[in-house]
């Protein structure tokens, strides 16, 4: 697993990133970001990170792999979708 944070330049708006959720009981669950109608379902799944209630990962495919990514900043991630930070 690779530090979004540490890429310097993850692609947080990609559409063909996948993101999703991990909780503290090992739940699973996929966060969509294809359209802006599915901005509401980020910005939750923002606020339920930085409230550590659970963590968020994203996969980044390639060409020949995809890797996986924690988010890890959660700022560069809330810039991205233009979310205000408070």
């Not at 530090?3 to 739940?27: I, L, M, Q, R």
């Not at 990514?69 to 560069?76: G, P, V």
Request: aromatic share 16%.
């Amino acid at each position: 697993m690779r530090s979004a944070k540490e890429t310097g330049n993850f692609p947080y708006t990609v559409s063909t990133v996948c993101y999703f959720e991990v909780d503290k009981n090992g739940n699973v669950s996929q966060v969509y970001h294809k359209n802006k109608s599915d901005r509401t379902k980020l910005l939750e799944a923002y606020h339920r990170v930085n409230n550590k209630t659970t963590t968020l990962y994203a996969v980044w495919p390639g060409n020949w792999s995809s890797d996986l990514f924690i988010i890890d900043d959660l700022d560069a991630f809330a810039k991205a979708f233009n979310f205000l930070i408070d």
